[in-house]
C-alpha cells in the first residue's frame, strides 16, 4: 500500500509540474499533498517574508474537501457505512501526503467531529482541538518540540478561541473580506510570538497579505483536486485542465511577490527571549478576557 501511495504521489507530481510552470506548480503542488521541495528561492524567501508559508502545506480544509465530499457521495450508506469509509479514506490521504503534525491534527479533528454528528453530540472545537493535540502527543512526544506542530496548534487554537469573540463584538459583518481578515488575525495573533522566538523577524504585512490571498486557497485546492484527478484518468490534457487553477495562482503569486519587496513591513526582533513570549501570552490572554466580558455584559 505504501508503494502504491508514493507511485501516486509521483504521478500526481509529474502532472502537476507538466502542466505549470513554476512557481504556479509548486504552489499548487503545496496546497495539494504539501510538497515542500522545488520552489524557486525567491518565491520561497517572498512566501516566508509575507507570513504566506502555511498555505504550502496539507491544513484542515484539505481533509474538510474529502469528508464533505464523501458525504455527498456516499448518501446511499448508513452513517456508519460513511464514517468508516470515510475514515479509512482520510487515513489514506494522510499516508499520501505524509504523516507531519498539521496534516494529522487535522485529521484527527475532522474525524471526530464527524464522529460527534454520527453520535447526535454537540460539537465542541475547543475539546476536539485538545484531543487531537492528547491522541497525537500519546503516540507521539517528540512533536511537542516540533515547530509545524507548535504553529499548527497554536493558529488553530486562535481560531477556536478568538475568531468567535472578534467576529462577535466587530462591526461590519457585511464588509467585503471581513472573514478572511478576522481568520487572518486571530492565527496571527498566536503564532505571531513564536516566529519572533524561532525566526527573529515579524512582517506587520502579513495579515493584509493573506487577507488577499486567503479566498483564493479553498479554490486552488478543490480545482487542483479535481484536476489532478481527471489529469490521472485522462492523458495528456494537463496544460488545458490546470488554465482554471492558473488564474488563481497567478492572482496569489503576484500578491506576494508585490508586498514581499514593501521591506518596510518587515522588521527584525531577536533576541526574542521565552520569558517575552509568556509576557505577550499573559497581555494577549488579559485582553481577550476582557473582550469577553463587555461581549456579555452587552
Partial sequence: MMEFLAELRESITEFVRSGLPEPQASLLLGMVLGVKSGFPSEFYEALRTTGTLHVVVVSGFNISVIINTLARMLVFLPLWGRLVFTGVFVVLFVLLVGPEAPVVRAAIMGLTALLGTVL????????????????????????????SFQLSFLATLGLVVILPLLDRILPGKKILLREDFLTTFSAQLMVWPLIAYQFGQVSLLSPVVNT????????????????????????????????????????????????????MGFFEVSPFSFPMILFY?????????????????N
Fill in 212 to 263: 488577499l490571498v486567503l479566498w483564493t486557497v479553498p479554490i486552488i485546492t478543490y480545482i487542483g483536486m479535481v484536476t489532478t484527478t481527471i489529469g490521472l484518468l485522462i492523458s495528456n490534457i494537463s496544460g488545458l485542465i490546470m488554465v482554471p487553477a492558473r488564474l488563481f495562482l497567478d492572482y496569489f503569486i503576484w500578491i506576494v511577490e508585490r508586498f514581499s519587496r514593501l521591506k
Fill in 281 to 297: 501570552f499573559l497581555i494577549l490572554g488579559g485582553g481577550l478576557w476582557f473582550l469577553y466580558l463587555r461581549s456579555t455584559q
Fill in 120 to 147: 447526535g453530540r454537540q460539537k465542541d472545537a475547543l475539546r476536539v482541538l485538545l484531543l487531537a493535540t492528547a491522541v497525537m502527543l500519546t503516540f507521539n512526544l517528540r512533536w511537542l518540540g516540533e515547530i
